[in-house]
């Protein structure tokens, strides 16, 4: 592989370094984001209620799959961009190269888990119905396209780490752009339904892996794949940093099959229907703090391997302050109007949008603390603490466990609703010291090294 380090990020103010990979890093997020908000709205106006449920069965398996793409793709990332800060050019390559054994990897087994474990899946959440029928048929298109899937939440990742940010958002977007396309030919014209809506999306994703692949093979990019070289090291040290992701998605999966559960056990298939309008609802702040805290982990990980520890806190200023900030208002957007937003999902459905929108204001009051989880572990997996970034993806998993079991007891379907938020802000508590501790450890860093007044003139 040929491989060249830029230091752009060290020629720049802290700021403008941090926007000018969180831009394209939001927007990134917000156009892949389509992938679900526009399945849902597509889904939602054609197929009806069961497949919004059908649908929303479907994606605590898919996102297992989904997040061992953005496993790959965050935790070489990072190693990525900690090698560029120490102008390790072979590492860099040898990564590179890693990575992509290992969606390959991840794709097979996500093909076999699909295969095997689907059935399972469903009966845990007490599927049943058209409900089940719709989610079987989304999920049998990705029995043959995981290892797209994985590529896809992967590359783009990749790319944005060899210091193209744009072309990054670009893949993105042709991906995003070809899905709306195909779900409005698959799910509106040809009335496929829940299986086009597959079919659309795997095809997408076909063409974000292509173009990637493209990238590392032109002269555009900085590392370019020469040889196809797998290093166990590497591949160890990626797994070990993007773990904490893969926990995340597995939450979210978690999240999504306990709460779809609860919901047809004191609820029915309208309950579940609404909570799949409320993750979509949900999905479009997500999007934002997703993309503000990735767009935090390039620089703050090559701060890192420079030992530019100041730089590092004024990053995650500003990546916590605008990602609490944008949450905040969503809340407040969200109990002044909730209906209309709930409407684009739900028209004509006055029950689907009354239990949607009363769910909205219970479930999605502590939105914000999602956000400031996400941007935590990406912080610690940027300095290289991928067991603290464990802790906070575990942690957000299982605290939620007493309290997914003890208040649907008490309050029936409003103890459903009010589990997560109130779960965010008890684990908010370890969080938060957590976060503050160690950026206070950089500042102690930054004024005991010798270089100390260098950095400070750099940053």
Not at 293 to 311: E, H, L
Request: one cysteine or more; charged letters at 10%.
């Amino acid at each position: 592989m040929s491989v060249t380090t830029t230091l752009s990020p060290k020629n720049e103010s802290v700021a403008r370094t941090f926007w000018r990979y969180a831009v394209p890093s939001v927007a990134a997020m917000i156009v892949s984001g389509l992938y679900q908000v526009i399945d849902g709205f597509f889904v939602g106006h054609y197929v009806g209620v069961d497949g919004l449920a059908g649908i929303n069965m479907a994606w605590p398996v898919l996102g297992v799959i989904m997040g061992f793409g953005i496993l790959v793709g965050m935790g070489a990332g990072s190693v990525i961009s900690i090698y560029r800060g120490e102008q390790n050019q072979q590492g860099v390559g040898l990564t590179l190269s890693t990575s992509l054994w290992l969606m390959l990897g991840f794709g097979i087994l996500s093909s076999v888990f699909l295969y095997f474990g689907t059935d399972t899946v469903m009966a845990i959440q007490n599927a049943s119905g058209m409900p089940l029928l719709h989610a079987k048929d989304y999920l049998n298109v990705f029995v043959f396209g995981s290892a797209l899937t994985v590529g896809a939440g992967a590359l783009p990742l990749l790319v944005r780490n060899d210091n193209s940010p744009n072309w990054a958002t670009a893949l993105t977007v042709l991906g995003a752009v070809a899905n709306i396309v195909l779900d409005y030919l698959l799910i509106g014209v040809l009335g496929l339904g829940l299986e086009g809506a597959a079919v659309a999306t795997v095809i997408s994703q076909a063409l974000v892996v292509v173009g990637a692949l493209c990238y590392f093979l032109s002269r555009q990019a900085e590392c370019r794949i020469r040889h196809m070289q797998f290093s166990l090291v590497n591949a160890k040290h990626t797994i070990e940093l993007g773990s904490s992701t893969l926990f995340m998605f597995l939450y979210f999966s978690f999240v999504l099959a306990v709460h779809n559960f609860l919901l047809m056990s004191y609820g029915s298939a309208v309950y579940v229907g609404a909570y799949a309008i409320l993750g979509y609802v949900g999905t479009m702040y997500y999007l934002f703090a997703e993309g503000l805290a990735n767009g935090m982990q390039p620089p703050v990980s090559y701060y890192y391997g420079a030992r530019r520890f100041k730089a590092i806190k004024s990053t995650v200023k500003i990546a916590l302050g605008s990602i609490i900030g944008i949450g905040v208002a969503a809340v407040v957007l969200l109990n002044i109007a909730p209906e209309q937003i709930i409407a684009l999902f739900g028209k004509g459905n006055s029950e689907l949008i009354e239990v949607a929108s009363h769910g909205a204001r219970l479930h999605l009051f502590a939105m914000f603390l999602d956000g400031l989880f996400f941007a935590a572990s990406v912080f610690f997996i940027s300095i290289d603490k991928g067991g603290k970034a464990l802790f906070v993806s575990v942690g957000n998993m299982l605290v939620q466990l007493p309290f997914l079991y003890l208040l649907p007891k008490i309050w029936g379907v409003d103890g459903v609703w009010l589990a997560m938020p109130i779960s965010n802000l008890v684990l908010a508590l370890v969080v938060v010291p957590m976060l503050l501790s160690e950026l206070n450890k950089l500042g102690r860093r930054e004024d005991n090294s010798p270089n100390a007044a260098l950095a400070a003139k750099a940053n």
